[in-house]
């Protein structure tokens, strides 16, 4: 089994944080992983990327050219990468910043609305825990459980109180594609 990932979206929409903590889980899970963050200088507002690779087997390279999933929080991000993804690989669209359709038939196409669920859940910034859960419930590369261990170890402190949100944010994002 091995998955190569691409997370795109404009700086500020936690597409960064997604790869993080799919890697961190993989690596939790016995997985072996790469996270390979990319982002202009602009950061927040800017374009930003990353690749992660999960596989039983030892990773060569943290690069690769086709993806087997793209998550694309914003249309550029779905303009740019959807053509280099694998036949028969999985796009995961955030459909309240996209109003584009995957064009390609060979692909499975998940529209999750991330800023509608997450104001739903009470902010506006848990979009991407929202697209982390549709990626976890659609692939079933890695338990739910170890994510949500994730987003515990990763508020801590004065934020230990953003957890239930983004965990809620989460399990509904994983409702969308059960």
């Avoid at 690596?27 to 996270?35: H, Q, R």
């Avoid at 927040?44 to 390279?61: F, M, Q, Y």
């Amino acid at each position: 089994m091995k998955k190569e990932i691409i997370i795109s979206g404009f700086g500020g929409q936690g597409g960064l944080a997604i790869g993080k903590n799919l890697a961190e889980a993989g690596m939790a899970e016995g997985l072996n992983v790469t996270w390979a963050p990319s982002y202009g200088p602009e950061m927040r507002g800017g374009t930003a990327n990353c690749s992660v690779v999960l596989s039983d087997k030892p990773v060569g390279s943290p690069v690769f050219a086709h993806p087997t999933e793209l998550i694309a929080m914003n249309a550029p991000s779905l303009e740019k990468f959807e053509a280099g993804v694998q036949s028969g690989g999985i796009v995961f669209v955030n459909s309240d910043v996209v109003t584009d359709r995957v064009s390609r038939p060979d692909l499975t196409a998940y529209y999750i609305p991330c800023s509608k669920i997450a104001e739903e859940v009470g902010n506006p910034k848990v979009g991407n825990m929202v697209m982390l859960g549709a990626y976890v419930a659609a692939t079933e590369i890695l338990k739910p459980e170890t994510i949500e261990v994730m987003i515990r170890e990763m508020f801590t402190g004065a934020k230990a109180k953003l957890v239930p949100l983004n965990i809620e944010a989460f399990r509904r994002g994983m409702a969308c594609v059960e």
